[in-house]
């Protein structure tokens, strides 16, 4: 039945929602994998089920972790689908444990601590880091970052496309503990390294393009700010109203020129990750369809322009679900029409821990 239903709904998706010429989006029904994911028999399940390419996550460059994704690109190309990749950006424990400086701060809001109550407080001439997370946001961590990912392009076999996630800041950015408030990565005075300005994440993409050609499609994978519903959950905001101060208008600022650099969009929808599997969403992942209208309202409410939903990729969660909840998120996608999802059954890790680092 799961089957007939994926089937059905990837068809309306394609066929209700024609490309237009000025459209440039990529349409994609994908799968994100690990490499051990990646069987013969896990990926006959998935031809089955209607999917039609494989996102394979790259992380680690041993020689081990590089020989593992070939074996893992040659199953996945002779199955039959599209092969592409994932790269996670700003979560990074080699960088952050290399250069700690370079992280994510917590600073601003302290309600992040409701989840560390014995974490101590930062002496003078220290700072709280976000480990760990090493966002593009700054000069030093750019160009790490960009090297990091021409490394591991360069030892795996050639891809239909790329996929960039957490382009943005670290979550629980203004400290307030929410895991998508991603706006920034120091709300306060303490900086360690060089700040970029609001085009970091378009800039960014621009660099990975360049390096892998034209051929290969880079989609950006970007993250939905809070909700004002939000300041009443205490395992998000916990009374923080941001809402309507800073978060959406720096968030919106950001997207408008990864709108301007980028023809897909990714939108990483991760609702029981993200603490969003509530009642204030009637329908079972609702707020899936609620986060990619979401695209379209809140831009034009600060100063930017609204991004169609066609032009969207929904990102959705696909460890720790039941097929009926799996269903429910690609109802949702369905309900806007998207240009279509990749649902990751490998976990997408967004956790973070607090740290105390000199303030360099």
């Known amino acids: 039945m799961l089957r007939l239903f994926a089937s059905i709904a990837i068809s309306l998706i394609f066929s209700a929602y024609p490309l237009a010429a000025e459209d440039k989006a990529v349409r994609l029904c994908g799968a994100l994998l690990t490499g051990e994911m990646a069987s ?12 039609d390419a494989v996102v394979l996550s790259l992380d680690g460059d041993s020689f081990e972790a590089r020989q593992a994704d070939r074996s893992a690109a040659v199953r996945i190309a002779e199955a039959g689908f599209e092969l592409w990749y994932w790269i996670e950006i ?4 080699q960088l952050a444990d290399d250069h700690p400086h370079w992280m994510a701060s917590l600073q601003g809001h ?6 560390f109550k014995e974490f101590p407080k930062p002496q003078p001439g220290e700072v709280v ?29 050639a891809a239909r496309g790329i996929l960039l996630n957490d382009l943005q800041g670290a979550p629980s950015a203004c400290g ?16 360690t390294a060089t700040p970029l300005g609001d085009d970091a994440a378009a800039r960014f993409v621009a660099a990975v393009e360049k390096t892998c050609g034209k051929k290969v499609q880079v989609i950006p994978v970007w993250t939905t700010e809070c909700e004002a519903h939000d300041v009443h959950n ?42 969003q599997d509530t009642k204030n969403f009637p329908q079972p992942a609702g707020w899936v369809s609620h986060a990619l209208r979401g695209f379209q309202t ?10 169609a939903a066609s032009r969207l990729l ?14 429910a998120q690609q109802k949702q996608v369905q309900s806007v029409g998207a240009a279509g999802w990749v649902v990751a059954f490998a976990r997408i890790d967004q956790s973070w821990t607090p740290r105390i680092v000199p303030a360099k």
């Open 298 to 307: 809140m831009p034009p409410q600060n100063s930017g322009k609204a991004i």
């Open 90 to 93: 700003a979560r990074c424990r």
């Open 110 to 115: 302290q309600e992040w601590r409701r989840f």
């Open 234 to 275: 205490d395992a998000l905001c916990a009374g923080v109203s941001c809402f309507k101060g800073i978060c959406w208008k720096a968030y919106c600022r950001q997207l408008q020129h990864l709108d301007e650099q980028s023809p897909t969009i990714g939108a990483l929808l991760l609702y029981k990750e993200f603490g």
């Open 129 to 157: 880091k976000n480990y760990p997370w090493v966002p593009i946001v700054y000069r030093e961590t750019f160009d790490a970052q960009l090297a990091r990912v021409q490394e591991l392009l360069a030892a795996r076999p």
């Open 314 to 327: 929904a990102v959705l969660q696909g460890w720790d679900v039941s097929p009926d909840e799996l269903a």
């Open 176 to 191: 307030c503990g929410n895991p998508v408030c991603r706006w920034t990565a120091d709300y306060g005075p303490i900086k």
């Open 40 to 51: 013969p028999m896990r990926l006959g399940e998935l031809r089955n089920q209607g999917y």
